[in-house]
């Protein structure tokens, strides 16, 4: 079994911060790429941002500047930095993962439960 399970969302005033974090438990034999995406109300689900084992990034044009993805390689944990946030960045947060979980398994995406991330005054 794998688990991934986020914290850190929460209402927050434009221009407000916010930190997401995310862990990964369970039968895990390495990790390859973390992400964050989210899914705003009625809306499909989108990339926010990814960082590979190396900790290469890549990020939606609509959060550059603003967010920061960062991981623990040892910990199995990605964080979001999320700055200057706007009442667009309203959605469910979900973590993702790219695991193998044995030498002989290939990878497969796991995702967390999400997380509601609300920007409002």
């Known amino acids: 079994q794998v688990q991934l399970v986020e914290s850190g969302g929460g209402l927050v005033q434009p221009g407000g911060s916010l930190r997401l974090s995310c862990g990964a438990s369970?039968?895990?034999?390495?990790?390859?790429?973390m992400g964050w995406y989210r899914q705003p109300p009625g809306k499909q689900r989108d990339l926010v941002a990814t960082?590979?084992?190396?900790?290469?990034?890549n990020y939606a044009d609509s959060v550059k500047g603003r967010f920061t993805i960062s991981r623990d390689n040892a910990k199995n944990t990605v964080n979001l930095q999320m700055n200057s946030l706007k009442p667009e960045d309203t959605a469910v947060y979900y973590c993702?993962?790219?695991?193998?979980?044995?030498?002989?398994?290939?990878?497969?995406?796991?995702w967390g439960q999400g997380t509601q991330v609300t920007v409002s005054s």
């Open positions: 993702a993962a790219d695991i193998r979980r044995s030498i002989l398994s290939s990878t497969r995406y796991y």
């Open positions: 369970g039968s895990i034999f390495s990790i390859n790429v």
């Open positions: 960082i590979t084992s190396g900790g290469s990034t």
